[in-house]
């Protein structure tokens, strides 16, 4: 079954650095847009970025541009998130997320989530 | 402020049912396809609703999504206790490059 455990978070002080990680498991990996997504405390939902299966193509949100890169180890079976620069604002629990088979922005499977703290 | 409009809450008594709107515009619900998904709080959000009104299998029928130019619907019948949670509509959209999410519906089951 398809499994996706994210890792790496934890409390940063504002300006600081964290990546992120999320092991995938149970589908072909390598052939699988992914993307990290976000939910701040009491928020909504906010997609941060994806990147395709090759890792040629990246969108990011404006609101992580120029701060935060996705990046993929296909053969590791890993998504990675490197977030640098951070802000009280990022403060969220970051979720891994895989699309349906065929699409890229539609999502069968989330991780658990990881918590990301940014405080002084 | 979310791309997408939902209203914050609806609230509805069990076994009755319910609907959420999603408003939007052409570059994301006017020419994408639109997903629902279910949050309960400390859990991984689900897929309920994806390509405006398709359900994955393990959807109960209950749940169903409509779209109509830069609008969409989920309807919820039959509700249940174990519907309250939260609900999001989500899409591409095309002029910003993003992914998209409402803000999010809270349902309440009285």
């Known amino acids: 079954q398809v499994q996706l455990v994210e890792s790496g978070g934890g409390l940063v002080k504002p300006g600081g650095s964290l990546r992120l990680s999320c092991a995938a498991s149970?589908?072909?990996?390598?052939?699988?847009?992914m993307s990290w997504i976000r939910q701040a405390p009491g928020k909504g939902l906010e997609w941060v970025s994806y990147?395709?299966?090759?890792?040629?193509?990246?969108y990011n949100a404006d609101s992580v541009k120029g701060r935060f890169t996705i990046s993929r180890d296909n053969p590791k079976n890993s998504l990675f998130l490197q977030m640098n620069s951070l802000r009280a604002e990022d403060t969220a629990v970051y979720y891994c997320?895989?699309?349906?088979?065929?699409?890229?922005?539609?999502?069968?499977?989330w991780g658990q989530g990881t918590l990301v703290t940014v405080s002084s | 402020q979310s791309v997408l409009t939902q209203p914050p809450s609806v609230s509805a008594a069990p076994g009755q049912k319910v609907t959420i709107s999603c408003s939007g515009s052409s570059s994301n619900i006017g020419n994408n396809y639109l997903s629902w998904y279910q949050h309960l709080p400390g859990t991984a959000p689900k897929l309920l609703i994806y390509d405006n009104n398709k359900r994955p299998s393990e959807i109960p029928d209950r749940f169903s999504g409509s779209k109509s130019g830069t609008a969409a619907t989920l309807g919820i019948t039959g509700l249940q206790t174990g519907d309250e949670a939260d609900y999001y509509c989500g899409t591409w959209d095309s002029s910003l490059s993003a992914v998209v999410f409402g803000g999010g519906t809270k349902l309440t089951v009285l």
């Open positions: 997320a895989k699309p349906l088979t065929g699409r890229s922005y539609t999502f069968d499977y």
């Open positions: 990147i395709s299966s090759s890792g040629n193509t990246i």
């Open positions: 149970g589908f072909t990996f390598s052939g699988s847009y």
